[in-house]
């Protein structure tokens, strides 16, 4: 991946909810296309408690998602302690422990994950502190702005143009994510083109 400061970088930025196995699988490909073609991936928080407040859910997903928005909690203070690269090094170890491993989601899965990410000792404790749901609850706000509208995990906006997705199962590799990532950003951004969506026809996978 090329680093910040070179121009030579095109910039995207990606809202996601780190709780989505769906999201997990799109940024995985993310990564890849970003590395492909030159892309400078701006990672940017999205909470599905937020979207999904005041809904009707059962008693388990109720729980998760009150512990979605813990780690979200985490994720913002991670950013405060070391910028996009800090957050986008927690979002994959974190994402890699309960996407692909099966780690519970708990907090001492997320603890594990700030030490895997070589974060400070103290990210830990926002997962206690409200005080991190008004950075998380600008992050998800400025998601909506960019997709135009009500809109889940994940968002991207890239020269202008915001969306809601891909959701993109199991995630392309190598020269095929760029090209995925080609055949999409010459669709998207075009002007008259506002929304496509097909049926989810099986579970979420990366490989």
Known sequence: MRTRDDETCDDVTCWVDPGCPWTWATSRWLVEAADRRGLRVEW????LA?????????EHSRERTAFGARVLRVMAAAREAGGNDA???????YGRRVHDDGEPFAR?????????????DGVPDAFDEPAWDAVVTRDHEAAQEAAGGEAGSPVMAYRGTGWF?????????????G?????????????????????RTRPPRVA
């Open 44 to 47: 940017r928080l999205l909470s």
């Open 50 to 58: 937020i979207l999904n407040e005041g809904r009707v859910a059962e």
């Open 165 to 177: 997705g891909p959701v993109l199962s199991p995630a392309p590799k190598g020269e095929e994510a």
């Open 108 to 120: 001492e899965t997320v603890v594990a994950a700030v030490a895997e990410a070589g974060l400070p």
């Open 87 to 93: 957050l986008g090094r927690l979002f994959t170890a």
């Open 179 to 199: 090209r995925v990532w080609d055949d999409l950003t010459r669709f998207i951004t075009r002007d008259e083109i506002f929304e496509v969506k097909r049926g």
